[in-house]
């Protein structure tokens, strides 16, 4: 897939990123169709950091995604959030 990633403040690149991880139990794999850049992305790329959290390795931007789901873990409640930090 490709990934816009925050290497460091100020910098930005687009990649191919694989990512070939076993789902949990309560995971999903979502074939990602659009996803936004937020003011907590231009943040980052902009001062490396919001409060507390430093960016100090590469960074995948943007969180706001939307997308279809292609496989599931055992245990899946219908409601998908993809986490700010992961």
Avoid: N
Avoid at 33 to 53: E, L
Wanted: glycine fraction near 12%; hydrophobic fraction near 45%.
């Amino acid at each position: 897939m490709k990934a816009l990633v925050l290497q460091k403040k100020g910098e930005i690149s687009l990649q191919d990123v694989d990512i070939q991880e076993e789902l949990g139990p309560r995971d999903v794999r979502i074939a990602v169709g659009a996803v936004g850049i937020c003011g907590s992305d231009i943040h980052y790329y902009q001062h490396g950091k919001i409060g507390p959290f430093v960016v100090r390795e590469p960074m995948i931007l943007g969180h706001e995604a939307a997308g279809t789901v292609l496989e599931e873990g055992l245990v899946f409640l219908w409601r998908l959030v993809i986490p700010f930090t992961d």
